[in-house]
């Protein structure tokens, strides 16, 4: 890159015109929080409260934070005040109970049923590809699951907000499943992929315009739509899911009325404290990286997070802590050894000191699908301007995480986090040589996959990393006890690898995305099979093996699992002759 093209694109990245508004450097380096509210901070009283009382066997705190009030705050404070305690804070299992029931809804109970209008038992069209009568009648009973997996928001929400935590949105969602009972951010984009081959479009749609009334409300797509998870965001796929929705739709009004939010998200994940500047001998690199708005434990994990930095003395160092465990969270990896500094340290948590390679895979594929937008829209600038931005953050991650030796690209650490992360200097010893199914996930773009030459090395690199096992892709190669560790593969990490390889144009990449896919359909078959439900994540060890770890009990549904089989069957399909149960 010459010395004059480098100038250009910083240039880009730092000027302006009206339409793309810059933030002053004062307030780039701001150290936010997001308020909490009266409920909530009385909820966690009562998780508190209930863990003492219960213990901790099958205690899931983030159903105390779910619960909705029956009357006002005050009277059910009054009447919590009056319940008669012991010296350590608990309340008779009897009396605690009683409580509940009397001045709470049940968890969840704000979210109703709700039948998907386009849901038809089997769709015109579906699965073209599967041939397999034992697959195809597994991917109907796959297809059946989004009905129960619909729901809308209960009118109360809308009538007294301030008596949930749940937040009223205009249209139904797909929610994951189990204990997870709202709409979640990341997730929606492996379950719209399936709702698109379930031909149920309204369903997708309807989705992204949920996700885009929280971006428009409160400035970011929300982790999910609760009160407690307005303090940070989840990997940023809005624009991939409606640039999917457009693909099969073509719906240009559609692709009008989300793009001027799109334009607000990109600002959110490429201003202020999510902005890290990286600069090398000759160029200057705007890249980003995960940062909450929050220095105080999770709600939703509030006695988790609290138990975890007990042993922490300091006041600006559990704040610091309990940021970077949200910031964990805005990752949508909580919680693995790729964000810790001792592997069997949680405190020792350094998310915000991470440049994390997926994140700008994801913001890239924002940039270039909001160019493709601005082209069907006929907004010429967006279109430009869009194009030029994904130019240099594609030569950003070219110059900051690619690693010629291990053929992968690599997360980036910057230090010492601090809350303004200017002036970084490129230093090849600051990459994490460590293998992580993030690394290969520029694979999944076009601008990476369509060079046969370095798909072939990455695709070398990854049969030989370790990470391949019968069952799937392994997340990382530790065994932690944390989810997004050793032994577990999730259903998106499979997919944006595979999907990448397939489309590469390379045959011998093509020979390991469809190894992959027959692998990860597999397991989730035989799984199935044993279980009669959908998991959210799985053993890679071995077929049909459910995962396990992390701080909560493994969970069934599930959503993003559903559609990754769905879309998975729709692009490669399966021949009636091949056997699907454990090989």
């Given at each position: 890159?010459?010395?004059?093209?480098?100038?250009?694109?910083?240039?880009?990245?730092?000027?302006t015109?009206?339409?793309?508004?810059?933030i002053?450097?004062?307030?780039?380096c701001?150290?936010?929080?997001?308020?909490?509210t009266?409920?909530?901070?009385?909820?966690?009283?009562?998780?508190?409260?209930?863990?003492?009382?219960?213990?901790?066997?099958?205690?899931?705190?983030k159903f105390?934070?779910?619960?909705?009030?029956?009357s006002?705050?005050?009277?059910?404070?009054?009447?919590f005040a009056d319940?008669?305690?012991?010296?350590?804070?608990?309340?008779?299992?009897?009396?605690?109970?009683?409580f509940?029931?009397?001045?709470f809804?049940?968890?969840?109970?704000d979210?109703v049923?709700?039948?998907?209008?386009?849901?038809v038992?089997?769709?015109?069209?579906?699965?073209p590809?599967?041939?397999n009568?034992?697959v195809r009648?597994?991917?109907?009973?796959?297809?059946?699951?989004?009905?129960?997996?619909?729901?809308?928001?209960?009118?109360?929400?809308?009538?007294?907000?301030?008596?949930h935590?749940?937040?009223?949105?205009?249209?139904?969602?797909?929610?994951?499943?189990?204990?997870?009972?709202?709409?979640y951010?990341?997730?929606?984009?492996?379950?719209?992929?399936?709702?698109?081959?379930?031909?149920?479009?309204?369903?997708?749609?309807?989705?992204?315009t949920?996700?885009?009334y929280?971006?428009d409300?409160?400035?970011?797509v929300?982790?999910?739509?609760?009160v407690?998870?307005?303090?940070?965001?989840?990997?940023?796929?809005?624009?991939a899911?409606?640039?999917a929705?457009?693909?099969?739709t073509?719906?240009?009004?559609?692709?009008?009325k989300c793009l001027?939010s799109?334009?607000?998200?990109?600002?959110?994940?490429?201003?202020?404290?999510?902005?890290?500047?990286?600069q090398?001998?000759?160029?200057s690199?705007n890249?980003s990286?995960?940062?909450a708005m929050?220095?105080?434990?999770?709600?939703?994990?509030?006695?988790?997070?609290?138990e975890?930095?007990?042993?922490i003395s300091?006041t600006?160092e559990?704040?610091?802590?309990y940021r970077?465990?949200?910031?964990?969270?805005e990752?949508?990896?909580?919680?693995?050894?790729?964000?810790?500094?001792?592997?069997?340290?949680?405190?020792t948590?350094?998310?915000t000191?991470?440049?994390?390679?997926?994140?700008?895979?994801y913001?890239?594929?924002?940039?270039?699908?909001?160019?493709?937008?601005?082209?069907?829209?006929?907004?010429?600038?967006?279109a430009?301007?869009?194009?030029?931005?994904?130019k240099?953050?594609?030569?950003?991650?070219?110059?900051?995480f690619?690693n010629e030796r291990?053929?992968?690209?690599?997360d980036?650490?910057?230090?010492?986090?601090?809350s303004?992360?200017?002036?970084?200097?490129?230093d090849?010893?600051?990459q994490?040589?460590?293998?992580?199914?993030?690394n290969?996930?520029?694979?999944?773009i076009?601008?990476?996959?369509s060079?046969?030459?370095?798909?072939?090395?990455?695709a070398?690199?990854?049969?030989?990393s370790g990470?391949?096992?019968?069952?799937g892709?392994?997340?990382?190669?530790?065994?932690?006890?944390?989810?997004?560790?050793?032994?577990?593969?999730?259903?998106?990490?499979?997919?944006?690898?595979?999907?990448?390889l397939?489309?590469?144009?390379?045959?011998?990449?093509?020979?390991?995305?469809?190894?992959?896919?027959?692998?990860?359909?597999?397991?989730?078959?035989?799984g199935?099979?044993?279980t009669?439900?959908?998991h959210e994540?799985?053993?890679?060890?071995?077929?049909g093996?459910?995962?396990?770890?992390?701080e909560?009990?493994?969970?069934?549904g599930?959503?993003?699992?559903?559609?990754v089989?769905?879309?998975f069957l729709d692009?490669?399909?399966?021949p009636e002759?091949?056997k699907?149960?454990?090989?």
């Amino acid at each position: 890159m010459t010395d004059a093209l480098c100038s250009l694109l910083l240039l880009l990245l730092l000027t302006t015109s009206s339409t793309f508004i810059t933030i002053s450097p004062s307030r780039a380096c701001e150290m936010t929080t997001v308020a909490s509210t009266p409920l909530l901070t009385f909820l966690e009283r009562l998780q508190e409260t209930s863990l003492a009382t219960f213990g901790p066997r099958n205690f899931d705190p983030k159903f105390y934070v779910d619960l909705s009030l029956k009357s006002d705050l005050k009277t059910v404070e009054r009447a919590f005040a009056d319940l008669p305690k012991s010296s350590n804070g608990s309340v008779s299992a009897g009396d605690l109970e009683k409580f509940i029931a009397v001045h709470f809804e049940g968890a969840g109970g704000d979210l109703v049923s709700a039948h998907p209008a386009d849901f038809v038992p089997e769709p015109e069209g579906f699965l073209p590809r599967v041939k397999n009568p034992a697959v195809r009648a597994w991917a109907l009973e796959v297809h059946a699951l989004w009905k129960n997996l619909s729901r809308r928001v209960d009118d109360a929400v809308r009538e007294r907000p301030d008596w949930h935590t749940l937040l009223p949105l205009p249209g139904p969602v797909i929610i994951p499943g189990s204990r997870f009972r709202e709409v979640y951010y990341w997730d929606s984009y492996w379950v719209i992929r399936g709702l698109l081959a379930s031909k149920m479009y309204a369903t997708a749609k309807a989705i992204v315009t949920n996700l885009v009334y929280l971006l428009d409300k409160y400035g970011h797509v929300l982790n999910g739509a609760r009160v407690y998870y307005t303090n940070r965001s989840q990997p940023p796929l809005l624009s991939a899911m409606i640039r999917a929705i457009y693909e099969r739709t073509h719906d240009v009004e559609f692709v009008m009325k989300c793009l001027p939010s799109l334009l607000k998200e990109h600002k959110f994940w490429t201003s202020g404290l999510h902005q890290i500047t990286i600069q090398d001998h000759r160029c200057s690199h705007n890249l980003s990286r995960y940062y909450a708005m929050w220095d105080k434990p999770r709600p939703e994990s509030f006695t988790i997070d609290k138990e975890s930095a007990s042993n922490i003395s300091s006041t600006s160092e559990k704040q610091k802590f309990y940021r970077e465990v949200a910031s964990t969270a805005e990752s949508g990896w909580d919680f693995s050894t790729r964000w810790m500094r001792n592997p069997e340290d949680i405190t020792t948590l350094a998310t915000t000191s991470i440049i994390p390679v997926d994140l700008n895979i994801y913001i890239l594929k924002m940039e270039l699908d909001i160019s493709f937008f601005g082209k069907v829209t006929g907004d010429h600038n967006v279109a430009k301007h869009f194009s030029e931005a994904s130019k240099a953050r594609e030569k950003a991650i070219s110059t900051v995480f690619w690693n010629e030796r291990t053929g992968q690209w690599l997360d980036y650490w910057v230090g010492e986090s601090s809350s303004c992360m200017e002036g970084q200097h490129w230093d090849a010893a600051k990459q994490n040589e460590k293998a992580f199914a993030s690394n290969f996930i520029p694979l999944w773009i076009d601008v990476f996959n369509s060079d046969k030459n370095l798909v072939e090395k990455v695709a070398k690199s990854l049969r030989s990393s370790g990470l391949l096992h019968p069952a799937g892709i392994a997340t990382s190669l530790t065994n932690s006890s944390q989810q997004w560790d050793f032994p577990n593969g999730w259903a998106p990490m499979q997919h944006m690898i595979a999907e990448g390889l397939a489309r590469s144009g390379s045959s011998e990449a093509w020979s390991l995305a469809e190894d992959i896919f027959i692998r990860w359909i597999r397991t989730n078959y035989v799984g199935y099979k044993k279980t009669g439900a959908m998991h959210e994540k799985y053993d890679v060890e071995k077929c049909g093996e459910l995962g396990g770890g992390g701080e909560y009990v493994p969970q069934t549904g599930f959503g993003w699992s559903n559609g990754v089989v769905l879309a998975f069957l729709d692009e490669f399909g399966w021949p009636e002759d091949r056997k699907i149960d454990c090989q």
